[in-house]
């Protein structure tokens, strides 16, 4: 257990649809990323925030926004979802930069 | 953008045997690490490097910092069932902010 937790862990959702995906970084930890996982595809990084801050973008679509709360949670938001968003979608924490934890991600399933 | 070269893609082994896998780049990297993913599930760190020619164990994993600055290595020794499934790799590069580069992966798969 890497003390990352997401929610929910499955979602099936139509297309055009709007999503929000949820993580809870390991107690400290002031980073977040987001990345998206197809089928039998390496990961894709999309964003990562800092202490509610965003810091860099990776090959995030337009139709996809994330934000960090104070708290440090942190929610991806997905909209006017296609089939291709199908994917894992998996959420890391670091206390600074570098090493990265793994939450045991959300598989979004879109018909 | 940056690329690491990962190899293989994918393994068939024999219960016992001794794998090897590698990453390469052109660039120089501050530090590498070594990730596994069994399906479904999210990457777990199995072994991070700092310094250059720096040889880390974990278990039966070995992983290497090569001198260069630009590849590594892991190594797992007497390989069983529980070894199958797909190994990363990723670094930050030396005049990056600490963004990770990731590797395609390599699939481990145990032969009947």
């Known amino acids: 257990d890497s003390g990352v937790t997401q929610t929910p862990k499955h979602l099936i959702t139509a297309t055009g649809q709007r999503v929000t995906l949820r993580c809870s970084p390991r107690?400290?930890?002031?980073?977040v990323y987001w990345y998206q996982q197809s089928l039998d595809q390496g990961l894709q990084f999309l964003i990562q925030?800092?202490?509610?801050?965003?810091?860099a973008k990776g090959n995030i679509l337009e139709r996809f926004s994330a934000q960090q709360f104070p708290d440090l949670h942190s929610e991806l938001n997905l909209s006017s979802l296609e089939l291709g968003d199908s994917a894992l979608y998996f959420c890391?924490?670091?206390?600074?930069?570098?090493?990265?934890?793994f939450g045991p991600g959300t598989r979004l399933t879109v018909l | 953008g940056q690329q690491l070269n990962q190899s293989p893609q994918s393994m068939f082994i024999q219960e016992g045997e001794d794998v090897s896998m590698n990453c390469t780049s052109s660039?120089?990297?501050?530090?590498w690490l070594w990730y596994k993913q069994d399906p479904g599930e999210g990457p777990v760190l199995l072994i991070a490097?700092?310094?250059a020619g720096e040889l880390t164990s974990n278990g039966r994993l070995t992983a290497q910092f090569g001198i260069t600055r630009k590849d590594s290595f892991l190594n797992i020794s007497a390989s069983i069932p529980s070894d199958v499934g797909i190994y990363f790799c990723?670094?930050?590069?030396?005049?990056?902010?600490?963004?990770?580069?990731w590797g395609a992966g390599t699939k481990l798969i145990i032969k009947p």
């Open positions: 890391a924490s670091s206390p600074l930069f570098n090493e990265q934890f």
């Open positions: 925030y800092y202490n509610g801050e965003e810091r």
């Open positions: 107690s400290g930890d002031l980073s």
């Open positions: 490097l700092y310094k």
């Open positions: 990723a670094g930050s590069l030396m005049d990056s902010n600490y963004q990770l580069i």
């Open positions: 660039s120089i990297f501050n530090t």
